[in-house]
């Protein structure tokens, strides 16, 4: 039995190859992959990796920030960094998994930068 | 040694009752809060207090929709609803705790909704 975590980090290393047979791999075949922001959803695996084969070449992994693993429950979130031509920015990624470790759910998130309301500068500094 | 999922349950169920003492009780002293979309830093327990005390009142926790817990590395995300007035909202948030169980570190994501890109209608579903 493949533990998630595993499975996951191999997802992230196949995606930055554009290597999609070990990205395959990875995803059961009724894969679901989720967008909340939008409200999309891909089901399946081929949908989903065409949806991937398509997506911009320009696109690079700049760095896995956190991983968070729970084994008891089979499920994994990533905090990682993109770079997409010249801009910079983060995905939150919650993965669950089957019992062979292959992905069975996705859920995106892509948050953006926004102004902060005023009335709080004397508590938060700005980094 | 307190779970840290533990913690997190109290932080929300504290937060959500306004009872800033149970609320106080989770966090160490040196707690640590991000906001990465904003690029702000609040330091402390005693700040991050009065940030939370000043918050508009009609905040309310809707519903704790994931809770990952890895207790190997003391961390855990929730993704959590929220109501601010009548909008609905959802945040993503990063836990890390001490030996204790209390929390150390809070980084909070607040996606927001966008428009999808076009190009992908015939492989996503909207919901």
Redesign the interface.
């Known amino acids: 039995m493949t533990e998630l975590r595993k499975t996951v980090e191999t997802y992230w290393s196949a995606a930055q190859a554009r290597d999609w047979a070990a990205f395959a791999d990875t995803l059961s075949i009724d894969v679901l992959y ?10 399946g695996r081929e ?2 990796l ?2 991937n084969r ?1 997506y911009p070449a320009d696109w690079r992994l700049l760095r896995i920030n ?1 991983v ?3 084994p ?2 089979a ?3 990533t ?1 990682v960094h993109v770079a997409v031509g010249l801009e910079e920015m ?1 995905a ?1 990624t ?1 993965f669950t998994g089957d019992a062979d470790g292959r992905i069975t759910t996705i859920t995106d ?8 309301p005023t ?2 500068e004397h ?5």
Chains 1, 2 share one sequence.
């Open positions: 989720d967008l909340p922001q939008t409200r999309e959803r891909i089901r949908n989903f065409t949806f398509d956190r968070v693993a729970d008891e429950s499920q994994v979130v905090w983060y939150i919650y998130f892509w948050p953006e930068p926004y102004e902060p009335g709080r508590l938060a500094e700005r980094y």
